[in-house]
Nanobody
Framework: QVQLVESGGELVQAGGSLRVSCAAA????????MGWFRQAPGKEREFVAG????????AYADSVKDRFTISRDNAKNAVFLQMDNLKPEDTAVYYC?????WGVGWSNGYGYDYWGQGTQVTVSS
């Protein structure tokens, strides 16, 4: 089992920046990939960014490319999402997810085995 705990969500103004974090615990050696997803009220969950637990592979949704940066700290078993130039449409609950299967597309939420409880990010206009 892997436990994921997100933190760092808060209210920010449009154009501002925020970094959310995800701490992983448990059988982290089994993880191949980590992802950030988000879900806004009344909308479906969507992929935001992903990163390989080892190596340099990353992936981003088109809507956040060039504004968001995903990174990790293996020594701390943590993954981060740096969000710059935030827009009101970025308002959502942000979820951290982990998977052990390399053969799953980054954006396929059903392929992730573990999920955190989410952290609320609200961007005011």
């Amino acid at each position: 089992q892997v436990q994921l705990v997100e933190s760092g969500g808060e209210l920010v103004q449009a154009g501002g920046s925020l970094r959310v974090s995800c701490a992983a615990a448990g059988r982290t050696f089994s993880i191949c990939c980590m992802g950030w997803f988000r879900q806004a009220p009344g909308k479906e969950r969507e992929f935001v960014a992903g990163i390989a637990w080892r190596g340099g592979a990353t992936a981003y949704a088109d809507s956040v490319k060039d504004r968001f940066t995903i990174s990790r700290d293996n020594a701390k078993n943590a993954v981060f999402l740096q969000m710059d130039n935030l827009k009101p449409e970025d308002t959502a609950v942000y979820y951290c997810a982990a998977r052990s299967n390399w053969g799953v597309g980054w954006s396929n939420g059903y392929g992730y085995d573990y999920w955190g409880q989410g952290t609320q990010v609200t961007v005011s206009s």
